[in-house]
C-alpha cells in the first residue's frame, strides 16, 4: 500500500499563491507517475495536473495553464502544486494521487490512478 498525505491549502485572496504538497509513504514505487486532482463543492472531480516519474513531463488542464506547475522531488518523494494568480474558481478540495503503471496519454482520467490522498482545502476569496 501507498499512503499519500496532502498539505499547504488554505486560505488566499485573489490574485495570491499557494503551493501544495503530497508526500508519499509506504511501498512507494520509485516509477510512480503522480497527479493533482480537485473538487468544487456540487461539482465533479477534475483533473488538474499530472507529472511522469522522472520528471520529464507534465500536463495541465487547460484552466491552469500558465498559472500552476506541477513538480516532484524523487529523494523526498514529494510531488508539489505551485498555485500562482489564483482565482475563485479554483477554490475545491485538492487531491493527489499516483499511477503505479506506465506513463499513457497524460494521465488525465481518475481510472487511471492506483492511490488517492484525503484531500486539502484551497479556497480563493475574491
Known amino acids: 500500500q501507498v499512503q499519500l498525505v496532502e498539505s499547504g491549502g488554505g486560505l488566499v485572496q485573489a490574485g495570491g499563491s499557494l503551493r501544495l504538497s503530497c508526500a508519499a509513504s509506504?511501498?512507494?514505487?520509485?516509477?510512480?507517475?503522480m497527479g493533482w486532482f480537485r473538487q468544487a463543492p456540487g461539482k465533479e472531480r477534475e483533473f488538474v495536473a499530472s507529472?511522469?516519474?522522472?520528471?520529464?513531463?507534465?500536463e495541465y488542464a487547460d484552466s491552469v495553464k500558465g498559472r500552476f506547475t506541477i513538480s516532484r522531488d524523487n529523494a523526498k518523494i514529494t510531488v508539489y502544486l505551485q498555485m500562482n494568480s489564483l482565482e475563485p474558481a479554483d477554490t475545491a478540495v485538492y487531491y493527489c494521487?499516483?499511477?503505479?503503471?506506465?506513463?499513457?496519454?497524460?494521465?488525465?482520467?481518475?481510472?487511471?490512478?492506483?492511490?488517492w490522498g484525503q484531500g486539502t482545502q484551497v479556497t480563493v476569496s475574491s
Open positions: 494521487a499516483a499511477n503505479t503503471r506506465a506513463w499513457s496519454g497524460g494521465l488525465y482520467s481518475e481510472n487511471q490512478y492506483d492511490y
Open positions: 509506504g511501498r512507494t514505487q520509485y516509477r510512480m507517475n
Open positions: 507529472i511522469k516519474w522522472s520528471g520529464s513531463s507534465t
